[in-house]
């Protein structure tokens, strides 16, 4: 079998002939394909205008008519991205790999944990940076390369930026495109950190392929290795051939579910699986059911009624006994899974939070560019199961946690832990909930002594205190509540200071 540095020896033969191999399009081609877009856009879905006006569409459509003719296909391509991730959806995106233009990318798998962007998996040639912290991209320090890029996603909140953007640092036409190169080259230079020693290393392009990975992290094989310890594996990635498992855990008296995708394992239906996984709940002594859906990246979101309708009715449906674990995967059918399990069971979400927005544009169609023949897809189905008011870019965790690269490398499950180690006390559900209700009880000393708490609470910490409090300071001036007003928009100054120069 050819090693991939053999394979990129003859790729590097051929790159400066790949144009001619490809069908090639005329300014007028790239023109004719972006007024089709436009067209598309504005006829059949102008409701996406709800994060971007139309004249902020058309601006960027114009602007794009009129540099075409000195860009390069990729450039072209980035353009068109750029123009459909502003509507600021997952579901509205471009298929880079669909289409006439042939993309590149290196064989490293990024993971971003809370110490950093690392390499979590790679090809077996390039295996003395497995596990290094990146800390540049061709030069560029790695935070300006992902400042870069992020235009290229449809970046729907914060989470979804993390879980999806790493690849588009592997990408040698993006990288030009955004210019973090000046040329468009045929291999990536990582500034890489480990062991205490910093090293440049760089990797070839080759033709775009699929990693061997499951939800986002590399499986290993002949031919590629990861840097997680493979000598156990926990429970979150256990049993990834199956869409579903649950496990009893003796010791904790617990019952954990991994589901990763709302759809029916070929061999189990979601019915049957929760029907026996309930039953054995009822029938056993089981003091907590921790669901985890860190990993779900949706599917058909009509099969969540049986989850939901199972837990309300079950004794674990109580304070602390149930609890879901979110997170930068958890999307599109199984956002609204975690909504109605929040609307209507007592579930304590423990993670990040997850990287749709609560009410969302999803159920895209495909929209094929005529003489591109790129694949465009585009939302046109809403999704509302929270009111407005209740509306947000993520469903945030009631239990804050995320994860290092040590405690990956070495299957620990901080997340986890913090199921295992949760007592209630002191805990609050509903922080802004219950400021309210402290404050509508007039005990507003309580009010400030717990809102100081929790924002130092690292639990807390994806709960938007200063934009919370300030939207109800001003909600109360608007209803000539000026004393009330006063005390909350001052908290929130003393809690926030940066905020003091608003009030004056």
């Known amino acids: 079998m050819k090693t991939l540095s053999t394979l990129f020896f003859a790729f590097c033969l051929v790159w400066i002939h790949a144009s001619a191999q490809e069908p ?5 081609d790239w023109r004719s394909d972006l007024a089709f877009l436009k067209e598309t856009v504005h006829k059949e879905y102008p409701f996406l205008f709800k994060k971007i006006t139309a004249v902020q569409f ?6 794009l008519h009129q540099d075409i003719p000195r860009l390069q296909p990729h450039e072209i391509v980035a353009g068109l991205a750029r123009i459909v991730a502003s509507f600021q959806y997952g579901h509205t995106d471009i298929r880079w790999t669909g289409g006439a233009i042939k993309f590149h990318i290196i064989p490293v798998s990024l993971y971003w944990f809370n110490d950093g962007i690392h390499v979590e998996g790679i090809h077996k040639d390039y295996s003395q940076a497995l596990g290094a912290k990146l800390l540049k991209v061709n030069g560029v320090p790695v935070e300006e390369a992902l400042k870069a890029v992020r235009p290229l996603l449809p970046v729907e909140n ?22 973090v190169t000046q040329t468009l080259q045929n291999a990536i230079t990582f500034t890489l950190e480990k062991d205490g020693k910093t090293f440049d290393q760089t990797f070839p392009a080759v033709e775009s392929f699929r990693f061997p990975r499951k939800y986002s992290l ?11 310890d493979q000598s156990k594996t926990p429970l979150y990635l256990k049993n990834l051939d199956k869409i579903y498992y649950y496990e009893y855990l003796p010791e904790t008296k617990t019952v954990y579910v991994r589901q990763s995708q709302i759809q029916d394992d070929p061999s189990d239906p979601i019915p049957a699986f929760y029907k026996r996984v309930f039953d054995f709940i009822e029938k056993n002594e089981v003091d907590r059911l921790v669901l985890d859906v860190r990993l779900n990246g949706g599917g058909n979101n009509y099969k969540n009624k ?13 304070p602390g006994k149930f609890f879901v674990i979110i997170g930068r995967r958890t999307f599109s059918a199984c956002q609204n899974l975690v909504n109605e399990l929040d609307n209507y069971t007592e579930a304590v979400f423990v993670g990040e939070p997850t990287s749709e927005n609560i009410n969302f544009y999803g159920d895209n169609r495909q929209v094929v560019l005529p003489k591109s023949k790129i694949p465009i897809f585009l939302s046109f189905a809403w999704w509302q199961d929270k009111p407005q008011w209740e509306d947000g870019p993520w469903l945030a ?8 690269y040590e405690q990956y490398r070495t299957n620990q499950d901080p997340v986890l832990d913090a199921v295992f180690s949760f007592t209630g006390s ?10 309210e209700q402290l404050f509508n009880e007039s005990k507003l000393d309580q009010v400030k002594s717990e809102a100081a708490r929790m924002v130092k609470d690292p639990a807390y910490k994806f709960v938007n205190f200063e934009e919370e409090l300030n939207s109800r300071g001003y909600e109360l001036l608007i209803r000539n509540q000026f004393q009330p007003a006063l005390f909350v928009l001052q908290m929130n100054s003393e809690l926030f200071p940066s905020i003091r120069q608003c009030l004056g």
């Not at 058309?58 to 602007?63: E, K, R, T």
């Not at 049986?306 to 449906?317: A, G, H, L, P």
């Open 426 to 435: 002191n805990f609050v559900r509903n922080p802004i909930g219950h400021l």
């Open 218 to 228: 590399i499986q290993p094989n002949t031919d590629w290795v990861s840097s997680r």
């Open 24 to 28: 090639m399009l005329s300014a007028e």
């Open 397 to 404: 965790p009631h239990v804050a946690v995320d994860m290092s």
């Open 306 to 318: 049986t989850i939901v309708k199972e837990v309300i009715k079950s004794k674990i449906n109580q």
């Open 58 to 63: 058309d601006s960027a459509v114009n602007q």
């Open 158 to 179: 914060e989470q979804y930026f993390k879980g999806y953007v790493l690849d588009f640092l592997c990408i040698p036409e993006a990288l030009h495109a955004q210019k």
